[in-house]
């Protein structure tokens, strides 16, 4: 196949996006992928109407012509050298810089996604830690020293939105929906700790002073083993007197309603005075199943 002029790739195997970057920085020798190849590129989760580009964005320094070949999104950006990273040996713009660069493109809670998987990282006294692709201070300095660039407005927006430690676009998502209703504040990087002081249980939200908490459940705990794992997760968390609720796809297409309905309920199990009424609503028909009460 011959996607563009001096390329070519074996017909019976499509190439990789990986595949396409390299080759076409081959034919252009002073460019950088950047914006959505750039964020795919660097593992970071995108919309779904970027998560698979099908043009290269390919970056060539300000002053010079943009590329202009077919399976190519051609950029003219002046980047200062920590601005550009490698990633399997190719030119690619660093993560801080590809968020900036995909500023005027994406909606503030869409932004606010990709920052909170840039920033996210985890320090508990139990389980594995992890460490940040930019700590949230040094990414907030970086963006402040392009106060001028398009999208900024938005970007500043978002960045006053973001918080460390959520694993995954729905439970950011989820966070954003607690944020701007009437409940209280829940927090990320919480641990619920048995009599001694230890940590045993690292839930995706918090809320401390209603003992409540809140866990996104994807499709990764329909498995088997995690499954098993999320039962004696529950389990210990219901013994160290916390409220739990659980919180899928089904609930969040649903709405704010259902969403903070449950949550609501289990806030007053905790002690949470409720002063607009929001546990007693009923969300009867808006389940997957018809079973509520009001």
């Known amino acids: 196949m011959t996607p563009s002029r001096e390329l070519r790739f074996p017909a019976a195997v499509p190439p990789t996006l990986m595949d396409r ?36 964005d390919v970056t060539r320094p300000r002053g010079e012509k943009e590329v202009r070949r077919k399976g190519v999104n051609g950029h003219a950006l002046c980047l200062e050298p920590w601005e550009v990273t490698t990633v399997a ?12 660069d995909l500023a005027p493109h994406l909606g503030i809670d869409e932004l606010v996604v990709i920052a909170d998987q840039i920033v996210c990282e985890h320090h508990r006294s139990f389980g594995r830690e992890v460490s940040p692709r930019v700590e949230l201070g040094r990414l907030r300095r970086y963006l402040s020293g392009h106060s001028g660039a398009r999208g900024m407005k938005r970007l500043r927006a978002a960045m006053g939105l973001v918080r460390v430690g959520s694993d995954s676009p729905p439970e950011t998502n989820l966070r954003l929906l607690i944020m701007r209703s009437p409940l209280p504040n829940f927090e990320h990087n919480v641990e619920i700790k048995d009599a001694y002081g230890r940590g045993k249980v690292g839930p995706d939200l918090a809320c401390e002073e209603y003992t409540t908490c809140a866990e996104y459940d994807g499709l990764h705990h329909f498995t088997p083993a995690q499954q098993s794992s999320d039962h004696d997760r529950d389990f210990v968390t219901k013994s160290l007197g916390w409220h739990q609720v659980l919180i899928n796809k089904d609930d969040m297409r649903a709405g704010e309603i259902v969403v903070v309905t449950k949550i ?31």
């Not at 034919?27 to 099908?54: C, F, K, M, Q, Y």
């Not at 190719?90 to 810089?97: P, W």
Request: hydrophobic content about 45%; proline content about 6%; aromatic content about 6%.
């Open 89 to 100: 040996g190719i030119a690619i713009t660093t993560v801080e810089r590809t968020l900036l």
């Open 21 to 56: 970057c390299r080759a076409y920085l081959d034919v252009t020798p002073d460019g950088i992928i950047s914006h959505a190849s750039a964020a795919v590129l660097h593992g970071l989760l995108l919309p779904w109407r970027l998560e698979n580009p099908p043009d290269v």
């Open 264 to 294: 609501a309920r289990m806030l007053v199990a905790g002690g949470w005075k409720d002063p607009q009424n929001l546990a007693q609503r009923s969300i009867e028909g808006r389940l997957n199943t018809r079973w509520d009460f009001g």
